[in-house]
């Protein structure tokens, strides 16, 4: 699953300052960075931070958008509370079929850009928090769906959720939650795939990216306790490694 992540400003620029194009920086600093609430040194979808994606419709500009998809036909705002917290992430091999996503799997596809996301291990009814990042420190891209909503008071609400896939080795040893059949993880993807995620119409092809990327390394370290008294909050060194003494991995 992915329901802690950190986004760093300066991952939310690097689309644009890899393609060179300064005057998006500025304007994104400027107009939409203030309505985020970025920077997330550790976030919880079940807080649902707003932050930077790029969907099918903007794919060189970003859009501010709130974690956890709220789909079109949700009613009221006492549907749409009960519905959020629910769609903070989306399986990636059911998203043609759910009723919740089909419509965004369909039309509406985006991407983030993050630095990493947070997991956590069980080991004897304990459990341990573990960061996971690229190995060459560049931003994680993650496959996305997003929606408008209307709320009762006519408002407009841009969502997203964050698509899921089996997880692969790494993954497979941190995420043993006991509850789940399988480890899960965010779908990441590379530059080639980034580009079909967005534009491609073809149903098939979008299921065939829908896997572990085996071509993004990773690495991860534990990290201190990301809920509880000992939590020290959306604070920069979150992410610093943290040793539990008692934790054989």
């Known amino acids: 699953m992915c329901y802690d992540i950190k986004a760093s400003l300066e991952a939310q ?14 304007e994104i600093m400027e107009k939409l960075i203030p309505l985020t609430d970025l920077p997330l040194y550790h976030a919880s979808g079940f807080s649902h931070p707003t932050i930077l994606i790029y969907t099918d419709r903007s794919p060189g500009f970003p859009e501010v958008a709130t974690w956890g998809l709220i789909p079109h036909w949700v009613k009221d705002d006492e549907q749409q509370k009960k519905i959020w917290n629910n769609t903070l992430n989306a399986r990636g091999e059911s998203i043609f079929e759910k009723p919740s996503f089909r419509t965004a799997a369909n039309n509406n596809r985006c991407v983030l850009y993050i630095d990493g996301f947070y997991e956590h291990h069980h080991v004897n009814d304990k459990t341990f928090p573990f960061y996971i990042y690229r190995k060459n420190k560049e931003p994680m891209v993650l496959a996305g769906l997003w929606s408008e909503w209307k709320n009762e008071q006519g408002g407009m609400l841009r969502t997203f959720t964050i698509v899921t896939t089996k997880g692969n080795s790494l993954m497979a ?77």
């Open 173 to 249: 040893k941190i995420h043993n939650n006991p509850k789940l059949k399988e480890a899960r993880m965010p779908l990441i993807l590379n530059e080639t795939s980034i580009d079909k995620w967005l534009s491609n119409t073809d149903q098939h092809t979008i299921e065939e990216l829908i896997q572990p990327n085996q071509e993004i390394e990773l690495e991860t370290h534990t990290v201190g306790r990301l809920r509880g008294k000992e939590y020290l909050g959306n604070l920069e060194e979150i992410s610093n490694p943290f040793v539990y003494q008692e934790l054989e991995f």
């Open 13 to 26: 620029l690097a689309k644009a300052k890899k393609d060179q194009d300064y005057l998006a920086v500025e």
